[in-house]
């Protein structure tokens, strides 16, 4: 059974940085695919960065790219979402995911709908 639990979320002021973590149970990252996806009210899931493979290539949603950083510890299982210079349009619940294989392309590595299993979600609120 495989499980994904995050933490790190939180309210902080804009400008500030916020590390989230997911350790799972029941499956290795790092041979997965692994992403961090963002929800905000009244929007659809959309995609913040992943890692397509073992050793495949990253990818960040344009809006992130530069202020954020994925990474996995693969002796902790766990994987990261270091975000920084954070804005209040980054407020939003934050979810880890995973999928068993490689996801090849930007387009479907960032896709919800390419991941088996999922975390359960961190509010992260940046307001001044």
């Known amino acids: 059974q495989v499980q994904l639990v995050e933490s790190g979320g939180g309210l902080v002021q804009p400008g500030t940085s916020l590390r989230l973590s997911c350790a799972a149970s029941?499956?290795?990252?790092?041979?997965?695919?692994i992403g961090w996806f963002r929800q905000a009210p009244g929007k659809e899931r959309e995609g913040v960065s992943c890692i397509s493979s073992k050793i495949g290539s990253t990818y960040y949603a344009d809006f992130v790219k530069g202020r954020f950083n994925i990474s996995r510890d693969n002796a902790k299982n766990t994987m990261y979402l270091q975000m920084n210079s954070l804005k209040p349009e980054d407020t939003a619940v934050y979810y880890c995911a995973t999928d068993q294989g490689s996801l090849y392309g930007r387009n479907w590595c960032l896709t919800p709908t390419a991941y088996h299993y999922w975390g359960q979600g961190s509010q992260v609120t940046v307001s001044s």
């Open positions: 029941g499956t290795t990252l790092e041979y997965n695919a």
